[in-house]
DNA sequence: CTTATTCCCTGATTGC
DNA sequence: TGCAATCAGGGAATAA
């Protein structure tokens, strides 16, 4: 499932692709699902015909495409989306949902079997700031921030983490790798976490997510990048998946549960609290 | 306001 | 071997 690192894998293999493409036409597929919650296929079609797309940004998950009328064509990869690059002659791909023809004979797609991703068009360049908290690559993410939002959170580590109003693009894996390297219990009470921890938490956040970028993501259910290969990370993953294998610290078999519904790997003796 | 739970969806895996 | 139950989880909606 594409977190962070994998949505900037993605964007960095499309951009060679896209960036200064015109959109010439775009086909929808299975037209009655939640692709559609907001909006019918023509109002895409008003705001993306003949617009040519100037740059491809991320803010935590979501892929802003940034076109020449200044909207932006959001996406969200949720659990399975991915994106294709193909020749716009090229036959339907299987669970293919939307296809973007550019004047070249390429075409850019959006492939989705669990049906999750969505697609919007915002005229608001800032309307996911006021959604999502800062990415948490970016500076904005510190511990001073965090900080301010975990001293008022009585839920565990492990539900703020996954909050994006805290740490925009942090999901399930990078949580649980998080806590990891930065020996913190992924049930601990956020806001009994001391300011050593905290600190130490934000920069583990930063640092596991750069590793895996420069690894390309990481493949464990399905991920698959641009070009339908798999990322590396999976080979440098610490605990996420690894039930009952030793802990890289400390050898101790490594503990699963279940906290907010969402499957959590973590060392029983690195992560007392 | 907060936090927890349910739901959406389909392929892979597990269990009997 | 076969079929049903379970699992995977981001985020919207809903409940408490």
């Given at each position: 499932m594409p977190e962070l690192p994998e949505v900037e894998t993605i964007i960095r293999d499309l951009k060679p692709s896209v960036i200064g493409q015109e959109i010439k036409s775009l086909k929808i597929f299975d037209g009655s699902n939640r692709l559609f919650l907001k909006n019918n296929l023509s109002f895409f079609h008003k705001y993306l015909?003949?617009?040519?797309?100037?740059d491809i940004n991320r803010h935590g998950k979501y892929i802003i495409f940034c076109l020449s009328s200044l909207s932006n064509f959001v996406v969200h990869l949720r659990m399975t989306g991915s994106f294709t690059i193909l020749h716009t002659n090229a036959p339907v791909v299987p669970y293919e949902k939307l296809r973007i023809n550019f004047c070249t004979n390429l075409s850019m797609s959006l492939i989705d079997i669990r049906k999750f991703a969505t697609i919007d068009i915002s005229n608001d360049a800032n309307f996911l700031v006021s959604k999502l908290g800062p990415d948490a690559i970016s500076r904005g993410f510190n511990a001073k921030f965090l900080q301010s939002k975990f001293i008022k959170r009585n839920s565990s580590v492990k539900s703020a983490l996954l909050d994006q109003k805290i740490a925009a693009g942090v999901g399930n894996i990078y949580a649980d790798e998080a806590c990891w390297a930065a020996n913190?219990?992924?049930?601990?009470?956020?806001?009994?976490?001391?300011l050593d921890q905290i600190e130490l938490l934000c920069k583990s956040i930063k640092l596991v997510l750069r590793e895996s970028i420069s690894n390309r993501g990481?493949?464990?259910n399905n991920y698959k990048d641009v070009l339908g290969n798999s990322g590396y990370h999976q080979t440098r993953?610490?605990?996420?998946?690894?039930?009952d294998k030793p802990c890289f610290k400390c050898k101790t078999k490594i503990s699963k549960i279940k906290v907010v519904g969402r499957a959590t790997y973590f060392c029983p003796k690195c992560q007392k609290n």
């Open positions: 015909i003949g617009q040519t797309i100037r913190i219990n992924p049930l601990s009470r956020a806001s009994l976490l001391n990481t493949t464990i993953v610490a605990v996420y998946g690894r039930l």
